[in-house]
C-alpha cells in the first residue's frame, strides 16, 4: 500500500467517515495498514493510505493495536511538548504540544468497544494518528518548526 504524502493531499485532509462494522474489509484493510507501518512508524491511520475512514493502528509499549473510530474522552491538563514527525510528512519534523494522558475509546479487532487510559508516547500517537482521522496533520500543531526545504514544497 502506498502511503500518501503532501501538507495539501486531499485524502490527508479530508474528514474520515466512522466504519459501521469491523468486518473482513476492515481487517483487510489493517493487515495492509500494518505491512505498510512496518519498519517505519509507529502509527498509522487509514487516510494515510487513501482511504477515508475512522480506522488506526498504534503501537501502544511493543504491541500494535487496531482502533476502530477512536474517539478521546478525555484529555489530562497536564502537556508535553515532544517532537514529531510522520510518514506522510517526510523529512519534516518539528515539536508539537499534547496531552500527557488521554482515555480513548474505540472499536478492537473483534468489533468490541474498549475504553483505555493511555500516556507519554502512547498518547501522543493515539493523538496525532486520530489528528489524521480529522484532516489535522501534526505540522498544523507546531510550536517550532526544522523543515527540509525541499520535501516542504510537495
Ligand atoms: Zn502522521
Redo the contacts with the bound molecule.
Sequence with gaps: MKIFTGEKNKVLRGTAVPVEKVDDEIIDLADKMFEAMQEKGI?L?AP?VGVPKRVILVTLGKKVHLMVNPEILSFSAECEIEEEG????PNQFGKVSRAKRVVVKYLDVNGQEQEREVSDLDARVVQ??ID?LNGV??TDRLISKKINMQSSSV
Design positions: 502509527g491511520a494515510q510522520c510518514l506522510s510528512l496525532h494518528e489524521h496533520l501534526f
